[in-house]
C-alpha cells in the first residue's frame, strides 16, 4: 500500500434539477459526455491510480492467472450436440482466445451417443475424424480489441450459417452468411442487430431483431438471401415502449413465433409453416398482468400449442389449447398450478415434455412421458422427476435441438462439482455421465464442502443462503443449521437480486483461487430473485425493494452470528442490479464488511430511471416504478439509490469496475458514485475505479484476458480478507 498517492479529484459543476417539489443537485453529471476529451482523462486518471494503488498485488494477481490456467485443460473439446445430420461442437486451443466451431456428420441415425476422440489422439489436438470447422473466432477476432459472437445457426438444409459478430462491445451485432463447404461468404451483410438469426423452414429466409435508440428491442424483420438490408421486410413493430420483442422457431420446425413481453405482460405471434397464406395471428391478445410463452407439441396424435402462462395462479401453469388463436379462458391445464413448485419452461419432444420448475430454491427438471392416442390423461402416461442426490445443486437442459430425439441432454452442477454433461434416456430411464468439465491439478470435489444455510430476515422470511469451503479451513466438519467448526474464515458473500433471476450454485475454477487460501464463498438468495417462486421476486422490487438490501444484511449477520466469519473478514460483491444490491448495502450497513466489489453497478438508479431517453429506462418501469410521474416512486427511488445516499460515513474498501462500452449499465454511474464517494465519505475513504476502455456489459472478451480481469478483483479480495501471502495452488509454467 502507498498511503501517500493522491487519488483523482472530479471537479463539481452542479447540475441542478427539481422533481415533484424535491430539489435534486448532482455534482458529477458532467461525467455523462463519453467523447469528451476531460471525461475521458478522468476514467484514465482512475485507471493509473488504480494500478498504482494495487500495484503491490501484482505478483499476487499473476500467481491467481497461472491458477486459472494451470486447472483449466486449454486445449479441449465440447460434448457434441446432434442436429439433423451433425454432430456440433466447440473446441478451445492453448494460447488462443476464443476457439472454434466445428461439425462432423452423424455416422448412425439410430446411434444417440455423442462421438469422442480416438484414444489414441494426441491430447493437444482432439479433433473428430471427418471434422469440418465452421467458424474460427480466433481469426475473426483477429484485429479487435473486443469480440463477440452472438449468435450461429445453421440453415435447415445444413448448407449455410448465418452468424453474428459484436467487435465493440455496444451488444450491437453483424449478421454475416456463410457457406459451409466452400468456406466463401454471401454478400448478405444485416448490421445493428441484437442477437442472431432465425431462418424460416425452407431455408430461404432469416428472421432478426434490431433495437430503438433506447436499445429497445422493437422490430422484427426478415430477410430474403441474395438481397440487401434496404430490401428487408419489417414484419412487427413494438410500439409500447415498456415492451421487448424476439423471434424463434418452434422445435418441430413448424411454427415461427414473436414474443413481445415487459416485465409483466405478454403476447405472441405465430406463423403457420404448414399455412403461410393464413400470415401471422395473434395467438391471446396482451391483458395487463397476463404472462405466457408458446411450445408446439404433439399430444395424443393432436397438433397442440404448450402454454406456460399466470392465468391459474402466480407460479404458472402448463396448459394447451388448439394451434390456433385462443383466449386464456379456453386453456386447458396439463400440470395444475401449485403454490410450492414454480414452472419455468417447457421443452416439446415426439415422446416427451421435460419441464424446469423449482421448488424449496432448488431447480427440478420433470419429465411427462407421452402415450399413443388415448393413452393416459391428456396424453401424458407417467410424470416424474429426474433425481440428484446433492444437498444443493443446479440442473438445466442443455442443446436438445431435435424434436424426435429420445434422449434429454442435461447440464448438471453445483458449488463443488465442476459443470457436468448428462444424457438421460427416456426410454430407459438411465442417466449417463458424458463429461465433467476438468479442472487439472488434483482437483476432487470431495474435498470441498457445500450447504444450505437460512437467515430470518427482519420480517421474518427466511433467506437461503448457499455456501462452500474447503474442508478443514475451520478446523471440524461443517453442518447447515449452527455453521459447526471452531474459527471464523473469510467470506465472499455475492448477492444479486432482481428480475426473477435466481443465481443457482455454480462451480467456478477461479474460485479455487479463494478457497484454496481459506476463504469460503456464499449467494444470497435475496428477494427480488426467483429462488423460491414468484413471490420471491414480487417481494423485491418496485415499493418493496429494499427487501433485497436487507435481506443481503440479513444473511451477512447470520454468517457473523453462527461464527462463520467477522465483519472485518466478510466481503460483498454483486454486479450490475447486484452492484445496486452492495451500493446499497453500502450505505445501509458499512460496518459489516471488509471490502466491497461493485461489477457495472446500477448505483445512479434514480437518475437513470428519470430518464426515458436512456437505454432500459421505460421497460424498467415495471421493475422499479416510474419516478417521473408518481412522486411516491420517486421518493422511495431517492430513499435507497446508492449515489443518493453517499453520506458522510466511514465507508469499507469499495472496488467499482465497469466498462466503457457498455449498454445496459453506463459507466458513468460507477464514475459519479466514486467521486461523490471520494468527496463525501469520512474515515478510511478507500475507494478505487477501474473501467475497461474497449469493452461491454460483460467485460472484456477472451478467455485469457477474462481471467487476468477476475485475477485483478480476486487479488484485492484476498488482500481485504488478509490472505494474500497465503499459497495457492498450482501454477503455469508459460504464461501468454
Not at 348 to 365: D, I, K, P
Not at 464 to 480: C, M, Q, W, Y
Request: with cysteine; hydrophobic share 35%.
Amino acid at each position: 500500500m502507498q498511503p501517500s498517492l493522491v487519488p483523482p479529484t472530479a471537479e463539481r459543476r452542479p447540475t441542478i434539477a427539481e422533481h415533484h417539489g424535491h430539489r435534486r443537485v448532482d455534482d458529477y453529471e458532467w461525467l455523462r459526455a463519453k467523447e469528451a476529451p476531460e471525461v475521458v482523462a478522468y476514467l484514465e486518471a482512475e485507471n493509473v491510480y488504480t494500478r498504482e494503488r494495487t500495484a503491490h498485488l501484482a505478483d499476487l494477481r499473476q500467481s491467481i492467472f497461472e491458477e486459472i490456467r494451470a486447472r483449466t485443460r486449454e486445449t479441449d473439446l465440447s460434448v457434441p450436440t446432434r442436429n439433423r445430420g451433425f454432430w456440433y461442437y466447440g473446441r478451445s486451443f492453448a494460447g488462443k482466445e476464443y476457439g472454434a466451431s466445428c461439425r462432423v456428420p452423424v455416422a448412425d441415425p439410430d446411434d444417440w451417443t455423442p462421438p469422442k476422440p480416438a484414444e489414441d489422439t494426441h491430447p493437444d489436438q482432439p479433433a473428430l475424424p471427418g471434422e469440418q470447422v465452421l467458424l474460427d473466432l480466433d481469426a475473426l477476432a483477429e484485429g479487435h480489441e473486443f469480440f463477440s459472437l452472438g449468435g450461429s445457426s445453421v440453415s435447415p438444409d445444413g448448407n449455410l450459417l448465418a452468424y453474428a459478430t459484436d467487435v465493440v462491445g455496444d451488444e450491437r451485432y453483424t449478421i454475416r452468411v456463410l457457406e459451409i463447404d466452400s468456406g466463401e461468404l454471401r454478400a448478405d451483410e444485416i448490421t445493428g442487430v441484437l442477437g442472431g438469426a432465425t431462418w424460416d423452414r425452407a431455408g430461404e429466409s432469416f428472421y432478426y431483431t434490431t433495437v430503438d435508440d433506447t436499445w429497445r428491442a422493437d422490430k422484427i424483420w426478415r430477410h430474403r438471401l441474395g438481397t440487401t438490408q434496404d430490401e428487408d421486410v419489417l414484419v412487427h413493430h413494438e410500439t409500447d415502449g415498456r415492451f421487448w420483442v424476439g423471434v424463434g422457431r418452434t422445435r418441430t420446425d413448424r411454427f415461427l413465433v414473436i414474443a413481445s413481453a415487459s416485465k409483466t405482460t405478454s403476447e405472441y405471434r405465430f406463423l403457420d409453416a404448414d399455412d403461410p397464406d393464413a400470415g401471422w395471428r395473434v395467438f391471446t391478445e396482451r391483458r395487463e398482468g397476463l404472462e405466457y410463452s408458446l411450445e408446439h407439441a404433439v399430444l395424443a396424435g393432436e397438433d397442440v400449442f404448450l402454454v406456460l402462462h399466470n392465468h391459474a395462479g402466480p407460479d404458472f401453469e402448463l396448459g394447451t389449447a388448439p394451434v390456433l388463436p385462443t383466449p386464456a379462458e379456453q386453456w386447458r391445464p396439463l400440470v395444475p398450478h401449485d403454490p410450492a413448485v414454480r414452472l419455468e419452461d417447457v421443452d416439446a419432444f415426439a415422446g416427451h415434455l421435460v419441464v424446469h420448475q423449482r421448488s424449496a430454491g432448488l431447480t427440478q427438471l420433470r419429465i411427462l412421458e407421452l402415450g399413443a392416442e388415448g393413452e393416459g390423461e391428456g396424453g401424458v402416461t407417467d410424470d416424474y422427476l429426474v433425481e440428484f442426490d446433492r444437498e444443493i445443486f443446479t440442473v438445466g437442459t442443455a442443446g436438445n435441438p431435435g424434436f424426435h430425439q429420445p434422449v434429454v441432454r442435461l447440464g448438471y452442477t453445483s458449488l463443488a462439482v465442476p459443470s457436468s454433461v448428462y444424457d438421460y434416456d427416456v426410454r430407459s430411464r438411465e442417466l449417463t455421465l458424458l463429461r465433467r468439465a476438468p479442472v487439472l491439478g488434483g482437483y476432487d470435489p470431495a474435498d470441498y464442502e457445500e450447504h444450505r444455510l437460512w437467515a430470518s430476515a427482519e420480517d421474518g422470511a427466511r433467506i437461503p443462503i448457499s455456501i462452500v469451503a474447503k474442508r478443514g479451513s475451520r478446523e471440524t466438519p461443517l453442518d447447515s443449521g449452527a455453521g459447526g467448526g471452531t474459527g471464523p474464515v473469510p467470506v465472499l458473500l455475492y448477492g444479486y437480486g432482481a428480475y426473477e433471476t435466481s443465481i443457482d450454485p455454480y462451480f467456478s475454477i477461479a474460485r479455487l483461487s479463494l478457497l484454496d487460501r481459506g476463504a469460503a464463498f456464499a449467494i444470497a438468495h435475496v428477494r427480488g430473485g426467483g429462488e423460491m417462486g414468484r413471490h420471491w421476486y414480487d417481494e423485491g422490487k418496485l415499493m418493496r425493494k429494499q427487501n433485497t438490501f436487507s435481506d443481503f444484511v440479513a444473511c451477512a449477520r447470520h454468517l457473523v452470528a453462527t461464527g462463520w466469519t467477522t465483519p472485518d473478514r466478510l466481503l460483498a460483491e454483486g454486479a450490475s442490479a447486484g452492484g445496486l444490491l452492495v451500493g446499497a448495502v453500502a450505505n445501509q450497513a458499512p460496518e459489516l464488511f471488509a471490502g466491497i466489489v461493485a461489477g457495472v453497478p446500477f448505483v445512479d438508479s434514480l437518475t437513470t430511471m428519470l430518464d426515458a431517453s436512456l437505454p432500459l429506462t421505460v421497460p424498467e418501469y415495471d421493475e422499479w416504478g416510474d419516478p417521473t410521474t408518481d412522486a411516491e416512486v420517486y421518493e422511495y427511488l431517492a430513499s435507497y439509490a446508492p449515489y443518493d445516499n453517499v453520506a458522510a460515513q466511514d465507508y469499507p474498501p469499495i472496488l467499482a469496475e465497469t466498462s466503457l462500452n457498455d449498454t445496459r449499465v453506463l459507466y458513468v454511474e460507477p464514475a459519479k458514485w466514486i467521486a461523490r464517494l471520494r468527496a463525501t465519505a469520512v474515515g478510511r475513504r478507500d475507494f478505487l475505479l477501474r473501467t475497461e476502455m474497449a469493452a461491454g456489459h460483460g467485460g472484456v472478451s477472451g478467455r485469457y484476458k477474462a481471467w487476468h480481469d477476475r485475477a485483478f478483483a480476486l487479488a484485492w479480495m484476498l488482500d481485504r480478507m488478509g490472505l494474500a501471502d497465503r499459497p495457492g495452488g498450482v501454477r503455469s509454467p508459460e504464461v501468454p
